[in-house]
T-cell receptor, first 115, second 112 residues
Framework: NAGVTQTPKFRILKIGQSMTLQCTQD?????MYWYRQDPGMGLKLIYY???????DKGEVPNGYNVSRSTTEDFPLRLELAAPSQTSVYFC??????????????FGPGTRLTVL | GDSVTQMEGPVTLSEEAFLTINCTYT??????LFWYVQYPGEGLQLLLK?????DKGSNKGFEATYRKETTSFHLEKGSVQVSDSAVYFC???????????FGSGTRLQVQP
C-alpha cells in the first residue's frame, strides 16, 4: 500500500502559467481533499470530493479547479498562477460510512512557488 | 462557525520535560476531536483522537482528554524526546462537510 501519493514534490511557476497537481490513493477511500498550508498557518480546505463525479468547494476555492473521474485520482488544476498561490499543497483521503470521526490520510505534499 | 484555537509556538523544551499544548474549540454539538503531527518535510499524520465528551485519546505517550465543560482538548506528554520535535495541529470536522478544520499549529522543539 502506497497510501496517498502526490506529484510533483516541488514546482516553480511563472505568473500566469498553469499546472496540475496529481494525487492518487490506493486505499479505496471514497472521500478526497485538497488543502493548502501557508507558512506558519494551519491547513485551509480548497476542494473536496465525496466520490467519483462529485466535488464541492472548500474555504478557499478561487483560482483552482478539480475533477474526480475515478475513485483513486483527484487532480488539482491551477489555471492562471498567481504569487498568492505560493504554498504547500496537501492531498488527503478518508473512508466514511456514517457519523464523524474518520481518520484522514495525507500525502507528502507539493511545494509550489509562483514567481 | 466551527474553529479551533491553539497556543502559539514555538515551544522549546529539554528532553524528558513535560509537554502541554493547549487547544480550545468552538463547535455545534460534540464533534470528534483530533491531534495531527507533522514531522519535518512530511505530510500530516493522525496522532490521536477522541470521538465523544470525556474520552481520552492516547498514542506514543501522548494523551488528550475531550472536556466539554471547558471546550478543550489539550495535548500532553510526560517526558518528551528529541524525536517528538514536530508541528502539532488540533482539528475538528467542519459542520456539514466531511473535512477537517485545523488550528494554526504549534511547533515543538526538543533539545538534548
Amino acid at each position: 500500500n502506497a497510501g496517498v501519493t502526490q506529484t510533483p514534490k516541488f514546482r516553480i511557476l511563472k505568473i500566469g502559467q498553469s499546472m496540475t497537481l496529481q494525487c492518487t490513493q490506493d486505499m479505496n477511500h471514497n472521500y478526497m481533499y485538497w488543502y493548502r498550508q501557508d507558512p506558519g498557518m494551519g491547513l485551509k480546505l480548497i476542494y473536496y470530493s465525496v466520490g467519483a463525479g462529485i466535488t464541492d468547494k472548500g474555504e478557499v476555492p478561487n483560482g483552482y479547479n478539480v475533477s474526480r473521474s475515478t475513485t483513486e485520482d483527484f487532480p488539482l488544476r491551477l489555471e492562471l498562477a498567481a504569487p498568492s498561490q505560493t504554498s504547500v499543497y496537501f492531498c488527503a483521503s478518508s473512508y466514511h460510512t456514517s457519523g464523524s470521526g474518520n481518520e484522514q490520510f495525507f500525502g507528502p505534499g507539493t511545494r509550489l512557488t509562483v514567481l | 462557525g466551527d474553529s479551533v484555537t491553539q497556543m502559539e509556538g514555538p515551544v522549546t523544551l529539554s528532553e524528558e520535560a513535560f509537554l502541554t499544548i493547549n487547544c480550545t474549540y468552538t463547535a455545534t454539538g460534540y464533534p470528534s476531536l483530533f491531534w495531527y503531527v507533522q514531522y519535518p518535510g512530511e505530510g500530516l499524520q493522525l496522532l490521536l483522537k477522541a470521538t465523544k465528551a470525556d474520552d481520552k485519546g492516547s498514542n506514543k505517550g501522548f494523551e488528550a482528554t475531550y472536556r466539554k465543560e471547558t471546550t478543550s482538548f489539550h495535548l500532553e506528554k510526560g517526558s518528551v524526546q528529541v524525536s517528538d520535535s514536530a508541528v502539532y495541529f488540533c482539528a475538528l470536522p467542519y459542520t456539514g462537510r466531511r473535512a477537517l478544520t485545523f488550528g494554526s499549529g504549534t511547533r515543538l522543539q526538543v533539545q538534548p
